[in-house]
């Protein structure tokens, strides 16, 4: 008898073991897909970022840009007609 007891121990110990496993699996794979959103949303914000730097630099440069040929159009028509 003893030794059917001590058997079905390590059957539950076993059955214990294999879940945990496989719960900490399944954690493992939840922090992952957790890692990979975060690291989606923070390429995102970074994109975003870098996109609205782009576009404030290209609104500028046309800004600057019609500004120069303005005053170089005036300049141009001053000294043709002076």
């Not at 879940?19 to 399944?26: F, I, M, P, V």
Request: aromatic share 8%; charged share 30%.
């Amino acid at each position: 008898m003893p030794a059917m007891k001590m058997r079905q121990s390590l059957d539950q110990l076993e059955e214990e073991f294999r879940r945990h496993t496989q719960l900490a699996a399944k954690q493992r794979a939840v922090l992952e897909r957790r890692a990979a959103v975060r690291s989606r949303q923070r390429w995102r914000e970074r994109e975003r970022r870098h996109s609205s730097l782009r576009f404030y630099l290209l609104t500028a440069s046309l800004a600057l840009t019609a500004l120069v040929v303005t005053v170089a159009m005036f300049a141009t028509l001053y000294l043709l007609l002076a």
